[in-house]
């Protein structure tokens, strides 16, 4: 069972599933695009996560749930939303799995959840150990931390067989919504991106987080988080992979940090003068800052997950966008 199939990662969740030859199910809603799992041999099931008897018809027989429901929306200025979904709709979620009808057949919950509930360091590489440690993230960052609290209360006190992914900035090909910065390295792949971002981030191939996902329901330990995370790349690095790939000039001009976060709170000054969420928020901009290199050596170890290069991605990528035009 996917619930959030049609989102990025859900979506090539699913796709993997299919491939291998799995029943898979899917949750999505009336309204929801397709496009990234439509073809595939799956069953699909409608409502939503706030619908205890939709998620109670469609999780009935299913042995893994793979949870890939996020609202990411970082900008927005009434945080409401994000705890509803990625909070209080979790719960509902939760709460259905935990049934004895339910429980009794289910052998995984993995749970997409994000770096940012990480730690952060400057010394060395955190891991899943190090507890979480900054308060830079806005409320996004709260809503996602409580989340993977909540998924971890219930493991510990409901018996629930649930695995964290914490998932670092996916690229990769079918990135049809797009994400925002999908959106950004389709703008290189058409030469229409002359300038690159004075930060870096952790990042990892869509295929291969979700071929951690896969792993996870096989091998994750009930109750632990993994890194899905290839390595850290500056924004230079990634832009330059994407032109190269798509035979573009490379992004040469760079925007530093203090330009960044000017613009960040310019663009949080228009949102309250307009009265509408912008993109561009001053929290993202500080989340993006606070980013520190991770250890993935606990996924590798006990998940037997191996990253390609991020290379390979973004070059897949731009295949994909400059076809898609």
Known sequence: ????????????????????????????????????????????????????????????????????????????????????????????????????????????????????????????????????????????????????????????????????????????????????????????????MPAYPDFGLEVVGIEDAAAAMLAAAERGRPGHRYIVSDRYMSMREIQNAVADAAGVRRPWLKIPRPVLRAGARLNDVAAALLNRDLPFAAAGQRMTERMSPLDHAKAERELGWRPRPTEVSLAAAAEFFTAAG
């Open 1 to 192: 069972m996917v619930i959030g199939a049609s989102g990025f990662l859900g979506s090539h969740v699913v796709a993997a599933l299919a491939a291998r030859g799995d029943d898979v199910r899917v949750m999505l809603r009336k309204t929801s695009s397709t496009k990234g799992i439509d073809g595939l041999d799956v069953q699909r099931c409608y409502g939503d996560v706030f619908d205890a008897d939709a998620l109670r018809a469609a999780m009935t027989g299913c042995s893994v749930i793979y949870y890939c429901v996020v609202d990411a929306r970082m900008w927005l200025r009434d945080p409401a939303p994000l705890f509803a979904t990625n909070v209080e709709g979790l719960r509902q979620v939760l709460e259905v799995a935990t049934e004895p009808e339910i429980a009794a057949g289910l052998r995984r919950f993995v749970f997409t959840s994000t770096i940012g509930t990480l730690a952060v360091s400057d010394t060395r590489p955190v891991t899943e150990d190090d507890p979480h440690n900054w308060t830079e993230g806005g409320p996004y960052i709260e809503s996602r931390v409580a989340a993977e609290n909540l998924l971890l209360d219930y493991c510990r006190d409901r018996g629930l067989p649930g695995v964290a992914m914490c998932v670092s900035t996916t690229y990769g090909p079918r990135d049809f919504a797009p994400t925002p910065h999908g959106a950004q390295i389709a703008m290189v792949a058409a030469g229409r």
